[in-house]
C-alpha cells in the first residue's frame, strides 16, 4: 500500500493502515473546530434513500436523508441510492455542511455488484490468492460505479457448522486459509491507494466468532475459551488488520456473554491493543440498540448503550439512531469522555482521508462506461470454473462425450436468479448464465427437462420418462437463493442439512431409470447427502456460481477447463454431525473401527470420516505423490514432494501440508493445514512441490500466551486433510 494520504505501519512483513502525520494534524485541527454535535454527527449512519423502491436512482433524494447530511448529523450512509444521489448528497456534505467534511457510502458488495462471483464459499474452494484479489478488485471498481465508496466485506467468519446460514458468505473452517483469503480481499478491495476512485474501503465482517452461533443457529449466543478465539476465530481478522483494512464489523452476537458491539476485550483490548488497527468500528445493522432489554439486555436504555458501546470501542452507528439521540447528551454530562469521542471521530476522519473523499469527494458517474463488463464477465466465468468442486467421477461420465445426448433436469438448470446466491446485487439477471445455457453454449446436444424443482412435489415416472432418451442425465440439485426464496445467507439457518423438498425422490428415480448420472449442486452450504453421492455416477458441487456461473460450471463438465477445485469444509452425511471439521482434536479415544468404546455415533457412520473432507476434489486426471521429505531449516520447515500427474491431459493439483503438534501443554487439532501449493502439470509430468512453513507457525495461543511450536510433529503433504504419507519433524532439542 503507497504511502500517499497514510503511512503503512510495517507490521510482521505485512501493512496495517496507518494514517500519515500530515493527515493526523488535519484532523487535530478539524478536531478543534468540530462542534459536540458534529462530532456525534461524524459517527452516525442512516440509510441513503428509499430502501423499497425499485430503481434507486430514479425520484428524488430522500429529504430526511438531505437535511441530515446537510446539517453535519450524518457522516455515514448505507444502502446504494445510485451515483447520481450520491454526488448530490455528498455536494450537500461538501458544500452546505458547515465544516463540509465529505460522506462515506457503505453497502454489501460481499461477492458482486454488476457482474457476480461465486458466492465466497465456493471462492474459497478455488485455493487462489491472486483469482480473490483480481476479484475484489473488478468488485471495488462496479461498487464505485454505484458511488459506495466502502464495502461490508470480506466477511472472514472461520464457520464449521453447515446448519449456519452464513456459511455460504465466508471462506471455510480454516483459520489458515481463511486469513490467505482476507489479505487477498483486502488488497483487492484497497488496491495500493483506495483514493483512486476505483477502489473502496475494505470492512472486516463480523467480528468475531459469530460461526460458531450455538446450534448453527443464526444471531445466537456464542462461548468460546479464548484459547479457541484466539486459535481458531480471530487470526482472519489479524491478517486483514495486517494488511490494511480500513474498518472492521464487530458482531451482533454476545461472547461469552458480552456482546460483541460493546465488549472492550474484543474492541480495544485485542483489535487495538494487540492487532494494532487504526481504521474505524462500525456496528452491525442497529446491534447498537440490541444491547437493551427486552433483547441482550447489558445497558438498561438506548442512552445507556450509546454510552457503553463507545466506551467498549464502537466508532459508528449503524441504523440504530443511538448514537444521533443520545451521545451529545453523555458527553454533556461527563458519562462519555470527550477524549474517547474524539477517538472515534478520528477513526473515521482517518478512513475519509485515506479514500480521498476530502481531496476528491464526488463519484465518476462516467466511470461504468470506462469498465470492461466484457471482461468482468470473462473473469466471473473463471472464478466459477474454479469454484466448482469435483466430488465424484466414476465410469468417466465426466468430461461430457462429445456428440452425447444430455437430458439436463431440475429447476436450478435454467433459473438465472438462482445462480447468484446470498446478497443479490445491482446485476441483470437476464444476462446471468444458466447451467443450459453454459451446456449449449459448449456445444452439448442438450435437452432440458425441468421435471422438478427445489421444493415442489416430484413425479418420480416423469423424471424417469425424461431420462429415457438421454444417454447421460445432468441432474440438479440443491437450494434455493433467489429474490423470493433464500435457504442460505443471514438468518436462513437449517435444522436438517439435507437435500431440501423431495430431491430424494429425485435421486432415487434416477437410480431406477438405470442411465448415467451427473448431479450438479447448487447450494450455500455443505449438505448432508450420502444417498445422492452413492446414487450418482458423477457429483460436481458447483455453489451458487455468479452471473457467469452457468458458462464456468459447462465448462468444467464439458472439459474445456479442468475441475481445479478443493473443498473448504467438510460435508456430514448427517446433520447431527454438525459441528464438523477436519483440525478437530484427537480426544483421548479417537475413533477406531470396531472399537465401542471410541468416540463415535452409532446412527452414523465414524466421526472420522466426513462423507467429503476439507481439501478434497478430484481431477480428470489422477496424481501419485513421492519423495515426500520436510526438513527443519533455521526459522522455517520445507516440505517437498514429487507430484505426476499420472492422465494424458493437463491436471492441477493442490499440494497441501498439514502438521499436528504430537505433544504441547494443551491438546492439539489431529491435522492443520499450514500452506499450499497449486501445480499445474501437462500428462505424464511431475514437478517438486516446495512449501515453506515459518516454524513461529507452529506455535499456538494458550493462556494468553503464544506458544512456541516445539518437539515433535506430524506432518503430511497430501492432496486433502484425510489422506498423505505420515512424515515426522522435530523442533528444538536436537531436531534444529
Ligand atoms: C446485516 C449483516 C451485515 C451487513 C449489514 C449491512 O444485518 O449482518 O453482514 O453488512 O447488515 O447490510
Request: charged letters at 25%; aromatic letters at 8%; proline letters at 5%.
Amino acid at each position: 500500500m503507497k504511502l500517499g494520504l497514510f503511512a503503512c505501519a510495517a507490521v510482521a512483513g505485512a501493512c496495517a493502515f496507518a494514517a500519515a502525520p500530515a493527515t493526523e494534524k488535519k484532523i487535530d485541527d478539524l478536531l478543534k473546530r468540530m462542534t459536540l454535535e458534529e462530532k456525534v454527527g461524524q459517527l452516525v449512519q442512516i440509510g441513503s434513500g428509499d430502501f423499497a423502491s425499485g430503481d434507486v436512482e430514479k425520484g428524488p433524494l430522500d429529504s430526511r436523508v438531505a437535511n441530515a447530511v446537510a446539517r453535519g448529523e450524518a457522516g455515514l450512509l448505507i444502502s446504494c441510492c445510485g451515483i447520481r444521489k450520491y454526488n448530490q448528497l455528498q455536494k450537500l456534505a461538501v458544500e452546505e455542511s458547515r465544516l463540509g467534511i465529505p460522506i462515506m457510502l457503505g453497502h454489501d458488495v460481499i461477492h458482486g455488484c454488476r457482474t457476480v462471483a461465486p458466492i465466497p464459499l465456493g471462492l474459497s474452494c478455488a485455493w487462489d490468492e491472486e483469482l480473490w484479489r483480481g476479484l475484489a478488485e473488478t468488485l471495488a471498481a462496479e461498487a464505485r460505479t454505484r458511488g459506495i465508496d466502502w464495502t461490508f466485506a470480506p466477511m472472514l467468519d472461520v464457520s464449521r457448522d453447515a446448519r449456519w446460514g452464513r456459511i455460504a458468505e465466508c471462506a471455510g473452517q480454516d483459520p489458515f486459509l481463511a486469513s490467505r483469503y482476507a489479505v487477498a480481499m483486502v488488497r483487492g478491495f484497497q488496491g495500493d491507494n483506495p483514493a483512486d476512485g476505483r477502489h473502496v474501503a475494505a470492512c472486516l465482517k463480523h467480528y468475531v466468532g459469530y460461526g460458531a452461533c450455538e446450534g448453527g443457529r443464526d444471531y445466537n449466543t456464542v462461548e468460546l475459551s479464548d484459547d479457541t478465539l484466539r486459535n481458531v476465530y480471530l487470526p482472519p481478522f489479524e491478517a486483514g488488520v495486517r494488511a490494511g483494512a480500513l474498518s472492521v464489523m464487530p458482531a451482533f452476537h454476545v461472547m461469552n456473554g458480552v456482546p460483541c458491539s460493546a465488549n472492550p476485550y474484543l474492541l480495544r483490548d485485542t483489535l487495538r491493543g494487540r492487532f494494532g488497527f487504526e481504521g474505524l468500528t462500525v456496528s452491525d445493522w442497529g446491534s447498537i440498540g440490541e444491547l437493551v432489554p427486552p433483547r441482550h439486555g447489558v445497558y438498561a436504555n438506548l442512552a445507556d448503550a450509546a454510552a457503553g458501546a463507545l466506551a467498549a470501542g464502537m466508532d459508528v452507528d449503524m441504523m440504530s439512531d443511538a448514537y444521533r439521540k443520545h451521545l451529545a447528551g453523555k458527553v454533556k454530562i461527563g458519562v462519555v469522555g470527550a477524549a474517547a469521542l474524539d477517538e472515534a471521530v478520528r477513526h473515521v476522519l482517518r478512513v475519509k482521508f485515506a479514500l480521498g473523499l476530502f481531496e476528491h469527494p464526488y463519484a465518476d458517474e462516467k466511470l461504468l462506461g470506462k469498465l470492461d463488463l466484457e471482461k468482468h464477465a470473462e473473469q466471473m466465468r473463471v472464478a466459477a470454473r474454479k469454484s466448482v468442486v469435483l466430488l465424484k467421477n466414476e465410469k468417466r461420465v465426466l468430461p461430457l462425450k462429445k456428440g452425447a445426448r444430455v437430458v439436463l433436469m431440475g429447476e436450478l438448470g435454467d433459473n438465472p436468479t438462482e445462480m447468484l446466491g446470498t446478497w443479490q446485487t445491482w446485476n441483470v439477471p437476464g444476462e446471468n448464465a444458466t447451467l443450459l445455457a453454459g451446456l449449449k453454449a459448449d456445444g452439448v446436444d442438450v435437452v432440458y427437462a425441468p421435471c422438478y424443482t427445489v421444493t415442489g412435489a416430484v413425479d418420480a415416472a416423469a423424471v424417469v420418462a425424461a431420462a429415457t432418451n438421454a444417454d447421460v442425465v445432468v441432474a440438479t440439485f440443491g437450494e434455493l437463493c433467489g429474490p423470493n426464496v433464500s435457504m442460505n445467507g443471514e438468518n436462513t439457518s437449517r435444522a436438517d442439512v439435507g437435500l431440501p423438498g423431495e430431491q430424494d425422490k429425485v435421486v432415487r428415480a434416477l437410480r431406477a431409470a438405470g442411465k448415467p448420472f451427473v448431479a450438479v449442486l447448487f447450494n450455500g452450504r455443505p449438505l448432508a447427502i450420502p444417498e445422492l453421492a452413492e446414487a450418482c455416477d458423477a457429483l460436481v458441487e458447483a455453489w451458487n456460481p455468479g452471473s457467469s456461473g452457468g458458462w464456468g460450471v459447462a465448462d468444467v463438465m464439458t472439459g474445456v477447463a479442468e475441475p481445479t477445485g478443493r473443498l473448504t469444509v467438510d460435508f456430514p452425511h448427517k446433520t447431527g454431525e454438525c459441528p464438523l471439521y477436519y483440525n478437530r482434536l484427537q480426544t483421548g479415544r479417537p475413533w477406531v473401527e470396531g472399537n465401542m468404546w471410541t468416540t463415535r455415533y452409532i446412527d452414523a457412520p465414524s466421526p472420522g470420516k466426513s462423507l467429503f473432507p476439507f481439501g478434497f476434489g478430484l481431477a480428470y486426471v489422477s496424481f501419485g505423490y513421492a519423495n515426500e521429505k520436510v526438513s527443519v531449516e533455521g526459522d522455517k520447515v520445507v516440505f517437498t514432494a514429487d507430484v505426476t500427474n499420472l492422465g494424458g491431459r493437463a491436471g492441477e493439483e493442490v499440494v497441501q501440508v498439514y502438521v499436528r503438534d504430537v505433544v504441547a501443554c494443551v491438546s492439539r487439532p489431529r491435522r492443520e493445514l499450514k500452506g499450499w501449493r497449486r501445480l499445474e502439470l501437462a500428462g505424464g509430468e511431475t514437478k517438486t512441490a516446495r512449501i515453506e512453513v515459518p516454524v513461529s507457525a507452529l506455535g499456538f495461543w494458550h493462556a494468553g500466551r503464544r506458544v512456541p511450536g516445539e518437539g515433535e510433529f506430524r506432518a503430511w503433504i497430501a492432496p486433502d486433510s484425510d489422506r498423505g504419507r505420515e512424515l515426522s519433524f522435530t523442533i528444538g532439542g536436537n531436531g534444529k
